[in-house]
């Protein structure tokens, strides 16, 4: 058996066990679960005769050890943030979706599974990750997870790209070009994060994540995500917090530069097609207006939604021109309306808006209340930003589904945890305890 394989299994099987006591180690095991994706690389095949499904047992021990330490985890008295009902709001229109759609099938079965999955993990998720430690933990972890998905990208075969563009890294989030474009570029501002730190090791770690992560972009090729990365590059200058500004500028110049070094013909010619006029544009820009006009056709004629999973069964019946059966949405707030209704678009959109409202209410605290706490405000900016690419790219690519969106605005109560629990600290009044004073009787003087 290679070493990659028992190592993996030695950090499964430890990070399992040990959530049933600590919840954070379930935390950091599945995060890492979710990127690396055993099942997909050639070292996780020799441990495909154990039928393990790593996330689910992962996931049920996180569930266990959450439960069995639940009065030690201080998520205070708010049992249900507002992100956290809108959340719990969007699932239950995914599972209401599932009985006024159109037909039960297996691929009803297969999202309806996969999202109980992640709504259920982004409920621990926020409820464990509610200390400063905890949250530098997480930042790590994406950074690393980053740097991995980078560097597979980086020594992928020639038979990973198709049409000249990078698929098949990671798991199924990451299996599409469009897929790993956007989630990397999400993760880069927290690349920047562990970047802006003292310690020359981190600024390694993020060095070669950096690197590694928008190479693996440029491979992508993905207009998507060039444009969302574009737009939150542009407004991090804005929403950074102002003695990062002239540094991150400095960075944001320095990546431009590395994207005209790296960037190949192939690159080029593919983002020239965002600026092209009517008459220019390829076959992929012309095919998706002709289904978001099929798609808005569907969402007038199902209000509340065709089912999970049945966009690309049920868009050809919808559309004007024939050959769209079986195709993507390329929009996550459409895909999200077609499917899930007028209800479920409604609950994702204030789901997305009290995230992003969180987050303006805490980098204000954080600079208000904490003293401008460096590294708080720094993983606020990261977490906005971050939510941005995912926001910009979901009006080009369906991200609705995609697991690492969700993660990203559980993070956001998890700071706002955070923040809470260190402003109570901070409120706390400090008792003050006096020696008695003893007197006697006799001599009426008091004593010490």
Known sequence: MPLRSIAFLLFFTVSSAVSLVHPMAGVVGYLALYHVYPQTTWWGKPLAFLGARW??????????GTALNLNRLRFGRRFLHP???????????????????????ERTETFLDKMMKVFLFAFLFSHVVVTRQQLWQVVVVLNLAAL?????????????????????????????SSGLAIHLCALLPFVLVLFRQRSWLWKGVAFLAAGFS???????????????????GLLSLIYAPRHHRRWLGAMLGLGVVGVVILGDAWFWERMATIVRPSEG????????????SAAWEMIRANPLGVGVGHFSAEIGRYARVAGLDRRDAHNSFLLCAAETGWLGLAAYLATLFMAWRTLTHLARQTRRDLLGDDRLELIVFANRM?????MVGGLFSSRFYMEGQWILIALTVCTARVVENELRALREPMLLVQDPEYAIPSAGVPAL
Do not use: K
């Not at 959340?87 to 099938?105: H, K, P």
């Not at 000249?164 to 989030?173: A, T």
């Not at 544009?281 to 978001?292: G, P």
């Open 55 to 64: 996330s689910f047992i992962c996931g049920t021990c996180l569930l266990i």
């Open 83 to 105: 992100v956290e009902v809108g959340m719990l709001v969007t699932l239950l229109a995914i599972i209401l979706s599932t009985a006024t759609g159109t037909v039960w099938d």
């Open 148 to 176: 991995y998905l980078g560097h597979e990208a980086y020594v992928a075969p020639r038979g990973a790209f198709e049409g000249n563009r990078l698929n098949g890294i990671g798991g199924p989030d990451f299996q599409e």
């Open 214 to 232: 928008v190479n693996a972009v440029l491979l992508c090729r993905t207009r998507s995500a060039t444009v969302a990365a574009a737009v939150a």
């Open 281 to 292: 544009r390829d076959q992929s820009a012309d095919t998706r207006l002709v289904i978001w």
């Open 386 to 390: 971050a939510l941005l690419v995912y």
